[in-house]
C-alpha cells in the first residue's frame, strides 16, 4: 500500500520540479527579451543618429556639387569664351 | 574660345531628380562627372589661349570620365538581423542569441559612430571647399567680365580679330595673368577629389584648400584695384556718353517712353528690368503713362525731356554706390516671389520715375520762369515812356544776366554731391536671446516663467532701442554732415548773389542814367538784410529739424512696443521646472528694428534733399519776382 504513494509522492515531486524549470525558463527568456530590445534599440538609435548626419552630409555635398556647377556653367563658361 | 557647346550635359539640369542627385554629388566629391556630352570648339579665340589659356585642361576637367562615386555609400549603416525570442527552443539558447546579437549590435553601433565622425568631417571638408570655391568665384567672375570688356574694346566685338599683345598695357597684360591664376585655383578646387575610392577624406584636398586659401587675399586685393580703376573709367565714359540721337521731331508724348525706359534700363542687371518690362506689360503701360503724364505736365519738347533725363542719369550714375545699392535693390527683390517682385518693381521704377519727374519739374521751372519773367518786364518795359529804349534794354539784360544766375545756382544745388559720406550705417546686432535668460528651467510655476520673461523683454527691448536710437542718431548725423555743404552754399549763394548784383550793374548798364536806376533799387529789393530775413523763412536747418521730428519722432513707439513681443514669448516645462523661450521676440524686434533703420537709410536723406531743393527753389523764385520789380 505504500507504494502508491511513494508513487503519488514521486507525482508531486515532479510536478513541483517541472513548476521550478518552467518559471526559471520563463525568467530566461524574458531576459532574452530584454537584452534582444536593448540590442534593436542600440542598433536603432545608433542609424537613425547616422542617418541624421548623412543626410546633412549629403546636403553639404550638394551645396558644394551645385556651386561647382554653377562656376562650370558661370564664370568658368565665360571665361572660355573670352 | 568664343564657341563651346555644352561642356558637360546634364544629368545635372535635367532627367530623374536621383540620378542628377547623384551626379551632383559625385562632381562635389570627386570633382569630374561621368554622365558628358557635347564637343568643343577651340576656334576664333582673340587671346591666344595656347599661351594663355587652360582651356583645353578645362575641357579634360569637364569630360574627365569615371564612375561616378557614390562616397557616402562607405558610411552605410552596417546590416545586423534580429530574430524573436522563440518558444520553440531552449530558453538558454534564445538567452545566447539574444546575447550574440547585442554584441553584434553593438559592434554595428561603433562602426556607425565612426562614420558619422568621417561623414561629420567629409561636411567639414565640403563646406570649406564651398565657402572658398564662392569666395574664389567672386572674384573670378569680376575679373573675367573685365577681361571680357577689355577684349570687346580691343576687338570692337569682332569674332575674328585677335588682339597683339604689344598693344596691351602693364594693367590689361597683369588682368590676363591674375584672371587665369584665379581660372587655374577655381580648377583646383573644380578638379581636386575630397574623396578617394574608399569614401575617406583625402590628404590632396586639405593641401589644395591651404594653398588657395593661402593666395585669395592677393586675388582679392588685385580685383579690388580693377574695380577701383573701372569706376573711374565707367565715370569718364559716363560723362561723355552722348545723349540718344532723336530720329524725328514732334512726335507724340507717348513716343519717349521707350527711351525713358531705354534709360531706366541702365540700372538693369543682366536684362531682368527689360525682360520683366516686356513681360508685364500692364508695368510698361503704367510707367509710359507716367511718362507722359509728366511731360504733360512740364510741357516740354522731346529734344528737351530726354535732354533731361540723359543729364539726371548722367549725374546719378557717378554716383556709383547709390546705383549698385538700386540694382542691388532691385536684384534681391526679383530674387522674391513673383508678387513681390512685381509690387517692387513698381515701387522701384516708378520711384526712380517720381525722381526724374522731380528734378525735371524744378529743372523746367528754372527755365520757365525766367522766360516768364524777361517777357513779363518787357511788356512792363514797352508801356513805360520815361524810359529810352536803350535803358530798357540794359535793364532787361542786366536782369536776365541776374535770372541765370539764380539759374546756375538752382541747378549746381540740384547735381550736388557732398564729399561726406552718406551711407556708412550697419546693421543692428541681434540681441541673442540666451543672455536674456532664455530657454532655462528655473522657475518652479508658468506664471513665474512669465513673469521673468516679461522683465526680460523690457530689458532686451530696451537694448535694441538703445542700439537703434544710436544708429538713428548716425542716420541723422551722417545726413546733416552730407547736406551741410548744400546749407553752405544756399548761405552763400545770398552773399554772392548781392555781390553780383554790383558786378553785373558794371557789366550789362554802360548808361549812367541806367546805372543810377538799376542801383538805387539794390537796397530796397536787394538790400543784406531783406535778403536774410526772406532766407530765414527758407531756413533749410529748421526744415532739416522738421524732417528729423516727422520721421523719427513717432515712428519707434510701435516698434518698441513690449506687449507685442511679451506676446511672442513660448514656455516649456521639464521635470515640473518652467522656462520661457524668446527666440521669436529676438527674432521680430531685429527684423522690424533693421527693416526700419535701413528705410531710414534710405529715406531720410533723400526726403531732405527734396526738401532742400524746394526750399531753394521758392527762394530763388522770390528773388526772380523782386527782379521783376525793377
Not at chain 2, 561623414?119 to 574664389?136: N, Q, S, W, Y
Not at chain 2, 526680460?456 to 542718431?473: P, S, T
Amino acid at each position: 500500500m505504500p507504494i502508491p504513494f511513494l508513487i503519488a509522492g514521486l507525482g508531486v515531486a515532479a510536478g513541483a520540479l517541472g513548476v521550478m524549470g518552467h518559471s526559471e525558463a520563463k525568467e530566461t527568456n524574458e531576459k532574452a527579451e530584454s537584452v534582444s530590445r536593448k540590442a534593436q534599440k542600440l542598433y536603432e538609435d545608433a542609424k537613425d543618429s547616422l542617418e541624421i548626419v548623412q543626410k546633412e552630409t549629403q546636403e553639404t555635398l550638394l551645396d558644394l556639387g551645385y556651386s561647382k556647377k554653377n562656376v562650370l556653367e558661370g564664370s568658368i563658361k565665360e571665361f572660355l569664351q573670352v | 574660345m568664343r564657341e563651346m557647346s555644352n561642356i558637360y550635359e546634364t544629368a545635372l539640369s535635367s532627367g530623374a531628380a536621383g540620378a542628377a542627385t547623384g551626379a551632383i554629388i559625385a562632381l562635389a566629391a570627386s570633382g569630374s562627372l561621368s554622365i558628358v556630352t557635347g564637343t568643343l570648339s577651340l576656334a576664333g579665340t582673340a587671346l591666344a589661349w595656347g599661351e594663355i589659356g587652360l582651356a583645353a585642361s578645362f575641357a579634360g576637367s569637364a569630360l574627365a570620365a569615371g564612375a561616378a562615386l557614390t562616397p557616402l555609400a562607405a558610411v552605410a549603416a552596417p546590416v545586423v538581423f534580429f530574430t524573436g525570442i522563440s518558444a520553440s527552443i531552449k530558453a538558454d539558447e534564445n538567452l545566447e542569441k539574444a546575447e550574440t546579437m547585442y554584441a553584434e549590435a553593438d559592434a554595428a553601433a561603433e562602426k556607425m559612430k565612426l562614420a558619422e565622425t568621417l561623414c561629420g568631417a567629409i561636411g567639414e571638408r565640403a563646406k570649406m571647399f564651398k565657402d572658398l570655391l564662392d569666395e574664389l568665384d567672386e572674384v573670378f567672375s569680376e575679373c573675367t567680365e573685365e577681361l571680357s570688356n577689355m577684349v570687346r574694346k580691343k576687338t570692337g566685338g569682332s569674332l575674328t580679330k585677335t588682339i597683339d599683345a604689344n598693344t596691351l598695357t602693364e594693367k590689361e597684360l597683369e588682368l590676363i595673368g591674375v584672371t587665369r591664376s584665379l581660372a587655374g585655383a577655381v580648377k583646383s578646387i573644380i578638379d581636386t577629389p575630397i574623396l578617394n575610392k574608399e569614401g575617406n577624406l583625402t590628404d590632396e584636398s586639405e593641401k589644395v584648400y591651404e594653398k588657395i586659401s593661402g593666395v585669395l587675399p592677393e586675388f582679392v586685393t588685385f580685383a579690388n584695384e580693377v574695380n577701383e580703376i573701372n569706376e573711374v573709367n565707367e565715370v569718364n565714359e559716363d560723362k561723355d556718353e552722348a545723349l540718344p540721337e532723336e530720329n524725328s521731331s514732334g512726335l507724340g508724348v507717348r513716343s519717349c517712353c521707350d527711351d525713358i525706359l531705354a534709360n531706366v534700363y541702365k540700372y538693369d542687371i543682366g536684362g531682368k528690368v527689360e525682360a520683366l518690362v516686356d513681360n508685364l506689360q500692364d508695368e510698361k503701360s503704367k510707367l509710359c503713362d507716367a511718362i507722359a503724364e509728366l511731360r504733360k505736365e512740364t510741357n516740354v519738347s522731346k529734344d528737351k525731356f530726354n535732354a533731361y533725363i540723359s543729364d539726371i542719369f548722367a549725374s546719378k550714375s557717378e554716383n556709383r554706390k547709390e546705383r549698385d545699392k538700386f540694382k542691388k535693390l532691385l536684384v534681391d527683390k526679383f530674387g522674391e516671389a513673383e508678387r513681390k517682385g512685381r509690387n517692387m518693381f513698381e515701387a522701384g521704377i516708378l520711384g526712380t520715375l517720381e525722381d526724374i519727374g522731380y528734378s525735371i519739374r524744378n529743372a523746367v521751372k528754372e527755365n520757365t520762369s525766367t522766360e516768364k519773367l524777361l517777357k513779363e518786364k518787357k511788356a512792363q518795359l514797352a508801356s513805360n515812356e520815361e524810359l529810352t529804349e536803350e535803358i530798357k534794354e540794359q535793364v532787361l539784360d542786366f536782369i536776365r544776366s541776374m535770372a541765370e544766375c539764380i539759374d546756375d545756382f538752382v541747378q549746381k544745388v540740384n547735381k550736388f554731391e557732398s564729399q561726406e559720406e552718406l551711407y556708412s550705417y550697419t546693421e543692428l546686432d541681434y540681441p541673442e536671446y540666451m543672455e536674456y535668460g532664455s530657454n532655462e528651467f528655473e522657475y518652479p510655476t508658468k506664471v513665474k516663467a512669465k513673469a521673468a520673461c516679461k522683465t526680460a523683454v523690457g530689458f532686451m527691448v530696451d537694448a535694441v532701442k538703445e542700439k537703434y536710437e544710436k544708429q538713428r542718431d548716425e542716420i541723422i548725423s551722417c545726413t546733416r554732415k552730407y547736406y551741410l555743404g548744400l546749407e553752405n552754399k544756399f548761405n552763400g549763394f545770398i552773399d554772392e548773389f548781392i555781390e553780383t548784383y554790383d558786378d553785373y550793374v558794371a557789366v550789362e548798364c554802360d548808361d549812367d542814367k541806367t546805372r543810377e536806376y538799376v542801383s538805387s533799387r539794390k537796397a530796397e529789393l536787394f538790400g543784406k538784410e531783406s535778403l536774410e530775413k526772406e532766407a530765414l523763412e527758407y531756413n533749410l536747418r529748421t526744415k532739416f529739424h522738421m524732417l528729423v521730428n516727422e520721421r523719427f519722432g513717432a515712428s519707434s513707439t510701435e516698434i518698441f512696443n513690449k506687449r507685442k513681443y511679451f506676446t511672442m514669448c513660448e514656455y516649456a516645462e521639464d521635470e515640473e521646472r518652467y522656462c520661457y523661450m524668446m527666440e521669436a521676440a529676438c527674432n521680430g524686434i531685429y527684423e522690424e528694428a533693421n527693416r526700419s533703420l535701413m528705410e531710414e537709410a534710405e529715406i531720410f536723406p533723400e526726403n531732405v534733399f527734396k526738401e532742400y531743393i524746394m526750399a531753394i527753389v521758392s527762394f530763388c523764385e522770390i528773388l526772380k519776382n523782386k527782379l521783376a520789380k525793377l
